[in-house]
C-alpha cells in the first residue's frame, strides 16, 4: 500500500477567514460554497499531486504551539514574507541553520507556518 498526501487540515474559529487567507497565500481558488463552518482549497476541483488545503470550524481556541505546520518555498523569501504580511500574517521569526535560512510566521488564525528560501 502507498500512502499519498491528500490535504493539509486546519482547526480553526472561522474557516472562511482562514481559508481565504491561505488562497490568496497560495494564489489558489477558495472552493464554491465555502462558509464560516467548512471552507477547502482545491477539494472539489483537485490538481493531481498538489494537496487539497480543509479549515474546519472547532469549539475550542488554540492553546499551544502547533505540532506539525506546513514548510512554504519562495525564490524570493523577503517578498513573499512581506506579501504574506500584508494578508494578515505575522512574523515570529528569522532563521538559519546549515544553510538554510527561513521565516515562522503565524496566519490569520495564529497556526505558525514557515517560509524557506528556495535553492
Avoid: Y
Avoid at 482562514?18 to 472552493?31: H, K, M, V, Y
Wanted: charged share 25%; hydrophobic share 40%; glycine share 6%.
Amino acid at each position: 500500500m502507498t500512502l499519498t498526501l491528500g490535504a493539509i487540515s486546519f482547526d480553526c474559529s472561522d474557516a472562511l477567514r482562514t481559508a481565504t487567507f491561505w488562497a490568496a497565500a497560495l494564489d489558489r481558488r477558495l472552493d464554491e460554497r465555502s462558509t464560516e463552518e467548512f471552507s477547502s482549497i482545491g477539494l472539489k476541483q483537485p490538481t493531481p499531486g498538489v494537496p487539497a488545503w480543509l479549515f474546519a470550524r472547532v469549539p475550542e481556541p488554540r492553546q499551544a504551539k502547533n505540532r506539525a505546520h506546513p514548510d512554504l518555498m519562495a525564490q524570493d523569501r523577503p517578498a513573499e514574507v512581506a506579501r504574506l504580511v500584508e494578508l494578515g500574517a505575522t512574523i515570529l521569526g528569522e532563521h538559519e541553520e546549515s544553510g538554510i535560512e527561513w521565516t515562522v510566521l503565524r496566519d490569520v488564525e495564529g497556526n505558525e507556518f514557515c517560509v524557506a528560501t528556495a535553492h
